[in-house]
């Protein structure tokens, strides 16, 4: 899995922390979107395809 962020696009809504925060996090000064896990361990790609799916502002790109 090759994830994809576009933190030009990110809001900091938040929703991809709610729905994988152990492979997204958010900037303290700003809430933009940061990557902790590049490449995902399989188990969690249920949840990264999630947090994709929820992010109103298409910031995450998920490639399998």
């Known amino acids: 899995m090759k994830i994809t962020i576009d933190e030009d ?7 991809c922390v709610l729905a994988a925060g152990e492979v997204f996090d958010q900037r ?5 979107v940061v ?22 502002a298409l910031a995450i790109e998920v490639e399998k």
């Open 9 to 15: 696009k990110c809001v900091g809504a938040g929703q």
């Open 28 to 32: 303290d000064e700003d809430g933009i």
């Open 35 to 56: 990557l902790l896990a590049p490449a995902p361990p399989q188990e969690l790609w249920a949840q990264v395809e999630d947090a994709a799916a929820r992010c109103p």
